[in-house]
């Protein structure tokens, strides 16, 4: 009979079988010849396989942190707007004949947007231009001469800054606007 034949009849047809037998973790189905052999082969993918798993492991460790930790990271670098805006004394905004009676400018105070408008009777008003509905950025309507949100209809007096129809709960936060040697300068009211 030849080797590889199998027959349980055989007296060590076990051990046989257990030498002849091909690595169970050898895929390619070569033979190990002995259980020695089999281990010594099984071993280093098992091992290798293992310190893949620790480094992917390690990797979404580290990409997890790195999201979790970004938004407070940006949080405390970013600052409060109203603080940026309370650093910064006052703003230039240039010439008064740039400024006609019922022009307006929208401009940045610090951080914040911020809106001057001067009434048809010369008076210079300044607005920070934060919505106090929902935070938009209000505009003046010259058609109508008083200053309005888009988002949601809220509209402001002009002259006053106070809220008369519309979602916005109260008037807006006054800035003041003044004439410096022939310039537009605003500060904190
Ligand atoms: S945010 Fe201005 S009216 Fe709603």
């Known amino acids: 009979m030849a080797c590889h034949d199998h027959d349980p009849s055989h007296p060590h047809a076990h051990e046989h079988d257990a030498a002849h037998r091909p690595c169970q973790s050898n895929p390619a189905g070569g033979g190990c010849g002995g259980q020695g052999a089999c281990q010594t082969l099984s071993k280093a993918p098992s091992s290798s396989r293992r310190t893949f798993l620790k480094v992917l492991i390690g990797l979404f460790a580290v990409v997890w942190a790195g999201l979790t930790a970004f938004p407070f990271l940006r949080f405390l670098g970013s600052g409060n707007p109203a603080d940026e805006a309370a ?5 230039a905004l240039g010439k008064v ?9 929208n401009f940045q105070f610090g951080n914040i947007p911020a809106l001057l408008v001067r009434g048809q009777d010369g ?3 300044a607005y920070n231009a934060v919505c106090t ?10 058609a109508e001469k008083n200053i309005v949100c888009a988002c949601h209809g809220g509209v402001y007096d002009a002259a006053t800054g106070d ?6 709960p109260k008037p807006l936060a006054p800035l003041k606007a003044e004439v410096k040697d022939g310039t537009i300068v605003v500060s904190h009211a």
């Open 87 to 91: 650093q910064v004394a006052s703003v």
């Open 97 to 105: 004949e740039a400024f006609p009676p019922g022009s307006a400018k």
């Open 123 to 125: 008076v210079f008003h």
């Open 133 to 142: 509905h929902l935070g938009c950025t209000v505009q003046y309507d010259n």
């Open 163 to 168: 809220n008369v129809s519309g979602p916005p």
